[in-house]
């Protein structure tokens, strides 16, 4: 397993040393909440990174908005070139939710704008979880939103070694099946294409592509190429592919998911009517059957995170699975001017409530 290992020209001075002792120490006898103070440029970025390199561990770091998490994520990435440092972030451009106006009974469609190069680094993040220890993650409050159960993305995962024999129509459906999609001319994040005897998969938290050349049921090369240029970065032994979203689940899981979602909407449509809200019952019936027959088709819908609590089995109020479910229990938890984050956090929690209850 690969360690931390700072790389930097400079030593902690001043007080610095004194303040990386006393944090490793608190964390080795259960101190769990420590605070670090320290005015504007003072190296306390450098201090939290020689503790982590002290205590290797995984490490979440959560900064209050967009702008400071990439200046962190700049200078971790610096300081552990060697190390999987990540940045995960909200990747819409724009979201506006879902909301009801009772006074003038108007209804607002989820509309939103995705930035996919943020939903590669996002998938890049899990992908780095779920593969190796040495980790340092990046993140705005959006590590405490629903994004899947960590296991059901582990067990998704494909895994291909040199030398192993396949079903090529088995790995197709597999491939469908964590939503990648196959496109035999254009080939693009989170596409997989299929020439003769050569598979050609790019995953969709990479930038380079994956050329699988077969014998047969068997697989004879593996490498890793430049989706522009088609030329040869590295051969490979073995590669693990990992889910182009977040939710995935097996079909057994979404037959039964359906049959719960079903259940509740009938009892649902039922208080509706009898309340005499026969366009609010509409609504609700024709969105929820469009969604039910999506994940019948392709095991996926838009907004799909609404019903993660039927796929994880959760009873209501329980909270959803989230990127802090993919660490490890003993990872090391960061909170950047916790004076601004914290209250957020709370603020958050308390909008998304009063906007659902409206």
Known sequence: ?????IHSDFKPRGDQPKAICELYEGLNQGDNHQVLLGVTGSGK????ANVIEKVQRPTLIV???????????GEFKQLFPENAVEYFISYYDYYQPEAYMPVTDTFIEKEFSMNDEIDKLRLKTTSSLIERKDVIVVSSVSCIYGIGSPSDYKDQVIYLKKGDTFDRRDLFKK?????????????????????????????AYED????????GSQIDELSAFDPLTGEVIRSLDSIFIYPAKHFVTDEQTISRVIVDIQNELNGRLTELKEQGKLL??????QRTNFDMEMMREIGFCSGIENYSRYF????????PWTLIDFFPDDHLTIIDESHVTLPQIQGIYNGDRKRKET
């Open 1 to 5: 397993m690969a360690e931390f290992r």
């Open 45 to 48: 970025t450098f201090t939290l």
């Open 63 to 73: 900064s209050h908005n967009k702008t400071l998490a990439a200046q962190l994520y």
């Open 175 to 203: 491939l469908v099946h964590i939503h990648y999609l196959r496109n035999d001319m254009v080939l693009e994040r989170g596409n997989f294409r299929v020439r003769g005897d050569s598979v050609d998969i790019f995953p």
């Open 208 to 215: 380079v592509c994956i050329r699988m050349e077969t014998y």
């Open 280 to 285: 609010e019952a509409q609504r609700l019936e």
């Open 312 to 319: 994880a089995g959760r009873k209501p109020g329980e909270r």
